[in-house]
Nanobody, 123 residues
Framework: QVQLVESGGGLVQAGDSLRLSCAIS????????MAWFRQTPGKEREFVAA????????NYADSVKGRFTISRDNAKNTVYLQMNSLKPEDTAVYLC????????????????WGQGTQVTVSL
């Protein structure tokens, strides 16, 4: 059974940093891309960043470029999202997801999802 388990969320102040982790179990994702999305109440899931497991190639939403970094650790089967210079508008539930689709932004293209971890950024 495939499981994606996020951790690392919390309550921080604007300008602080957090590192989210997504631990993967149940299969290898060497042919997949892994991504982080975020969601706030009443809104659709928003693409944040993605990384292709095999090549390490990355994609970012314009809103987080230069502040967030996605990475993966092959040995630990874990994907990370380093978030720096956090802003109140970054407040959301952050979810980890996996896809074999070449088009990475639409959430409907993802097969596997974690439960999410809450990130709250105060002024």
């Amino acid at each position: 059974q495939v499981q994606l388990v996020e951790s690392g969320g919390g309550l921080v102040q604007a300008g602080d940093s957090l590192r989210l982790s997504c631990a993967i179990s149940g299969r290898t994702f060497s042919s997949y891309a892994m991504a982080w999305f975020r969601q706030t109440p009443g809104k659709e899931r928003e693409f944040v960043a993605a990384i292709r497991w095999s090549t390490g190639g990355t994609n970012y939403a314009d809103s987080v470029k230069g502040r967030f970094t996605i990475s993966r650790d092959n040995a630990k089967n874990t994907v990370y999202l380093q978030m720096n210079s956090l802003k109140p508008e970054d407040t959301a539930v952050y979810l980890c997801a996996a896809t074999q689709n070449l088009v990475l932004i639409p959430p409907d293209n993802y097969n596997y999802w974690g439960q999410g971890t809450q990130v709250t950024v105060s002024l």
